[in-house]
């Protein structure tokens, strides 16, 4: 929410500063994300008088210009401006001043030959507008030298405001100027006072005393009002609207195009900007029809299956039976309370005008803009909520503003269904202000607070909430209006209560295992990274789609509940090796979402360079299959999986290389973890060139530990040297070394202690179809060393162990 400083202002009387008010609005919740002072990119620029115009000798569409700027002697400027002229008065801009609009500091120099000096300025170039045909022409009253941005009255800071979604009433300048009357850094000005100089009569307006609920007196109509109606009351519950005769639909004034610019809305026309500036003034959104567009009456009805509607933004949409619209006898004229249609908007033509102050459901306004992802300023309002007493007060502020800016005669108002305006009441215990908040507060500065908020509080403490505050709806909502009014800093800092003695764990296993992997992961050089859980459908895709679409996303490429940890990743690093980085080893601890629920899971991506080019080595080195396996075991292992009795099989996901990826398994269907080179494919779908390795660890797949005593055994390291021994075994060719290497390792469970593979040799002296696998057995003695004897029987049982494998000892 955009609004300038003389803006609320016109709302607010106050002599607090721009800081105070700025620090005010964050601590009573309205979080201040910007200020902009358009006047200090325009200090250097003053208001120029043309004193002469001369042809340029070397170019006939440039003239030498004679300015005086209010400096002394005047100042020579070459300029191309088709309307450059003796006597204009218009912007300049001195050598050393930046122009906004044209990236340049301005400097003097040469053109065709002649010394300019600066430049007379076009409103495009300073930023005020589109315009770029001529320079800015200024009335000939304007003082020469003086600086522009304060005579045109652009040094009006202009304030963002974050608003969260239960502060309805305040997406409109004057219930922010409330919620600031509220802490006593201003008064709010009666409504009537904001609109006199708009054109409306003292007598037009009245405010109760506490300026809080306005009270309109109703603009006196001639003739019967329009035929307007409400067909869906649950969308749309209330329809106001009444015609203006005899329009003269020009430009808007300066006041208040001024602010529509300020806070960057594009001007179009009076009708038009009028109904804006109430919508950022008041909160109110309307709709203005050309009654020459129109057959027949106005209702507010659902919408048709397959009916269309070409919306004022150039776009058509397709509606369906839940969409509330806005349409007369023959076609769809308003997405009601989003958008309005472009065949009945008004033009410079329009003589008689029908204006709409409607009420529209907040659930179903949301509903359909999700449908059509369809956002307007008026959306974000109505489905907020807005005030549902105000219909016929801002229909009455929008009457006062047309005939006072395009002239014309008002008819009576026809007023279809009713708005939902009951007030809830709340029976409220001032004591929950401390209890809840924190704060010991007085009562009466309590009922202060909320009466200044337009609240209404009896004798018995029986809150009445207003009609534009939805979102009160019990006891802690006024805890929380009155604590922030009375100021969050307030709010005394106490320790948590803490029992003597050491701490208690609290930590899950879960949690205490997903600390183990990320330390782990991190140890052996990783990076750890924190992605979306969101991703775009494309990148699902490979990964067999998502299980869970999002109907409201933040953005397209945010639509879907990731599968795997994987897209991220793989997006993260393709970041990173476009920015340059030779190296990517990346990890990510968190959830995957199928379609059975969310899985913890870590997951791994390994990309560029291994090892980097090096005399030594010669060219770099990149990732294969092996080093996302590595990463994968040892993590495991962190994780206290067996890993010494994990199988390794095929079956990886489709997203691996076939024949460059595998499984760790207990038994051929709880698979812990996969891991191997991504499939060509899937580093097309991400713009990546290979290759690229990767791993998933399922955290839930793991084994639980079992309980044991709080302490561990004492490490005792064997007292005898172990005792390796090699074996060369010949297998099939397409025979697994896993298979081997576990066989061997059950020959003798009490002496063989580990099995590696050193060596895997085929071609000469290896029959064809087979392969030489060379393993290193390690045996641990017990109490004493093993004898030849022993030895001997332990390699016939590793000898045995192997034949049952179809390996035989090669000779």
């Known amino acids: 929410m955009k609004f300038t400083l003389s803006w609320l202002k016109e709302h607010l009387e106050t002599d607090a500063s721009l800081d105070t008010i700025l620090e005010t609005l964050t601590q009573i919740g309205l979080e201040v994300e910007g200020v902009e002072n358009p006047a200090e990119k325009l200090a250097p620029f003053v208001v120029g008088h043309v004193l002469t115009a001369e042809r340029h000798p070397q170019a006939d569409k440039l003239q030498v210009l004679s300015v005086d700027t209010g400096e002394g002697a005047p100042v020579q400027v070459v300029c191309g401006a088709p309307n450059a002229r003796a006597g204009l008065k218009g912007v300049f801009g001195p050598p050393g001043a930046y122009v906004p609009g044209s990236d340049i500091t301005l400097k003097v120099a040469a053109i065709r030959g002649v010394e300019s000096k600066g430049m007379m300025c076009s409103v495009r170039e300073l930023e005020l507008g589109d315009a770029h045909e001529g320079i800015i022409e200024l009335p000939q009253d304007a003082p020469t030298g003086e600086n522009y941005a304060r005579w045109a009255g652009l040094d009006d800071p202009v304030i963002d405001v974050s608003i969260t979604p239960n502060k309805q009433?305040?997406?409109?300048?004057?219930?922010?100027?409330?919620?600031?009357?509220?802490?006593?850094?201003?008064?709010?000005?009666?409504?009537?006072?904001?609109?006199?100089?708009?054109?409306?009569?003292?007598?037009?307006?009245?405010?109760?005393?506490?300026?809080?609920?306005?009270?309109?007196?109703?603009?006196?109509?001639?003739g019967a009002g329009p035929n307007v109606a409400t067909q869906d009351e649950a969308g749309c519950p209330a329809f106001f609207g009444r015609t203006v005769s005899g329009v003269t639909n020009g430009e808007a004034p300066e006041w208040m195009t001024r602010r529509l610019k300020a806070i960057g809305q594009k001007p179009i026309s009076a009708l038009v900007d009028i109904t804006n500036f109430v919508m950022f003034d008041l909160g109110r959104p309307l709709h203005v029809y050309d009654m020459a567009t129109l057959q027949g009456g106005l209702a507010a009805r659902k919408a048709k299956a397959g009916e269309q509607v070409l919306a004022l933004n150039g776009k058509t949409y397709t509606l369906d039976e839940t969409m509330t619209v806005i349409a007369d006898d023959a076609q769809v004229h308003d997405i009601g309370g989003i958008m309005g249609g472009e065949h009945s908007g008004v033009s410079e033509g329009t003589t008689d005008v029908l204006i709409e102050c409607a009420y529209f459901d907040p659930d179903h306004i949301a509903r359909t803009g999700q449908k059509l992802t369809l956002t307007s300023d008026a959306r974000q309002r109505f489905e907020r909520g807005v005030d549902p007493a105000f219909l016929e007060d801002g229909l009455t502020v929008?009457?006062?503003?047309?005939?006072?800016?395009?002239?014309?005669?008002?008819?009576?108002?026809?007023?279809?269904?009713?708005?939902?305006?009951?007030?809830?009441?709340?029976?409220?215990?001032?004591?929950?202000?401390?209890?809840?908040?924190?704060?010991?507060?007085?009562?009466?500065?309590?009922?202060?607070?909320?009466?200044?908020?337009?609240?209404?509080?009896?004798g018995d403490w029986r809150v009445t909430v207003p009609s534009w505050r939805r979102d009160v709806e019990g006891q802690a909502d006024l805890v929380?209006?009155?604590?922030?009014?009375?100021?969050?800093?307030?709010?005394?800092?106490?320790?948590?209560?803490?029992?003597?003695?050491?701490a208690k764990p609290t930590a899950t296993p879960a949690q205490l295992l997903e600390r183990k992997v990320r330390r782990t992961a991190a140890?052996?050089?990783?990076?750890?990274?924190?992605?979306?859980?969101?991703?775009?459908?494309?990148?699902?895709?490979?990964?067999?789609?998502?299980?869970?679409?999002?109907?409201?996303?933040?953005?397209?490429?945010?639509?879907?509940?990731?599968?795997?940890?994987?897209?991220?990743?793989?997006?993260?690093?393709?970041?990173?090796?476009?920015?340059?980085?030779?190296?990517?080893?990346?990890?990510?601890?968190?959830?995957?979402?199928?379609?059975?629920?969310?899985?913890?899971?870590l997951a791994v991506v390994l990309a560029g360079d291994r090892l980097a080019r090096d005399?030594?080595?010669?060219?770099?080195?990149?990732?294969?299959?092996?080093?996302?396996?590595?990463?994968?075991?040892?993590?495991?292992?962190?994780?206290?999986?067996p890993v010494e009795n994990l199988q390794v099989l095929d079956g990886a996901s489709g997203i691996y290389h076939p024949g460059r990826a595998a499984r760790f398994c207990l038994g051929p269907k709880n698979a812990l973890a996969e891991f191997g080179e991504l499939h060509p494919s899937t580093l097309k779908a991400f713009d990546l060139s290979g290759p690229v390795v990767a791993g998933e660890i399922f955290l839930d797949a793991l084994p639980a530990k079992r309980a044991s005593g709080r302490m561990k055994s004492a490490y005792a390291p064997p007292a005898l040297q172990a005792v390796t021994?090699?074996?060369?075994?010949?297998?099939?060719?397409?025979?697994?070394?896993?298979?081997?290497?576990?066989?061997?390792?059950?020959?003798?469970?009490?002496?063989?202690?580990?099995?590696?593979?050193?060596?895997?040799?085929?071609?000469?002296?290896?029959?064809?179809?087979?392969?030489?696998?060379?393993?290193?057995v390690t045996l641990q003695p017990g109490e004493k060393s093993f004898t030849d004897e022993e030895l001997k029987a332990i390699s016939d049982k590793v000898v045995a162990a192997a034949a049952k494998v179809g390996a035989t000892l090669r000779a």
């Open 169 to 222: 009433d305040c997406m409109g300048v004057r219930g922010i100027a409330r919620d600031l009357a509220a802490t006593g850094i201003g008064r709010l000005k009666p409504l009537a006072d904001v609109y006199a100089p708009a054109g409306a009569k003292a007598g037009d307006l009245s405010v109760s005393d506490l300026g809080q609920r306005i009270e309109l007196q109703p603009v006196a109509g001639e």
């Open 398 to 458: 929008a009457t006062l503003l047309v005939q006072a800016l395009c002239g014309g005669k008002a008819s009576e108002v026809t007023r279809a269904g009713s708005p939902p305006t009951a007030p809830p009441t709340i029976a409220y215990d001032t004591a929950r202000a401390e209890a809840l908040g924190g704060l010991a507060i007085a009562p009466d500065r309590q009922k202060a607070i909320l009466e200044s908020l337009g609240f209404t509080v009896s």
């Open 480 to 502: 929380e209006e009155v604590i922030r009014i009375e100021g969050i800093d307030k709010v005394p800092v106490t320790p948590l209560p803490c029992d003597p003695g050491v």
């Open 523 to 601: 140890a052996r050089g990783l990076n750890e990274a924190v992605t979306w859980s969101f991703v775009s459908e494309a990148e699902a895709a490979p990964f067999g789609g998502s299980a869970w679409i999002l109907d409201n996303p933040i953005s397209e490429e945010m639509k879907a509940m990731r599968p795997s940890l994987l897209p991220g990743l793989l997006a993260a690093a393709r970041r990173n090796m476009a920015r340059g980085a030779g190296s990517v080893r990346l990890f990510e601890v968190g959830r995957r979402y199928l379609a059975e629920g969310e899985h913890p899971t």
């Open 615 to 641: 005399w030594r080595t010669g060219k770099a080195q990149g990732f294969d299959a092996y080093d996302a396996k590595a990463e994968v075991a040892a993590i495991l292992a962190a994780a206290g999986a």
């Open 725 to 776: 021994r090699d074996f060369a075994f010949l297998v099939p060719g397409d025979m697994k070394a896993d298979i081997l290497l576990r066989a061997v390792k059950g020959a003798d469970k009490g002496a063989i202690m580990a099995v590696s593979l050193f060596d895997l040799f085929s071609g000469q002296g290896v029959p064809e179809g087979q392969k030489s696998l060379a393993i290193e």
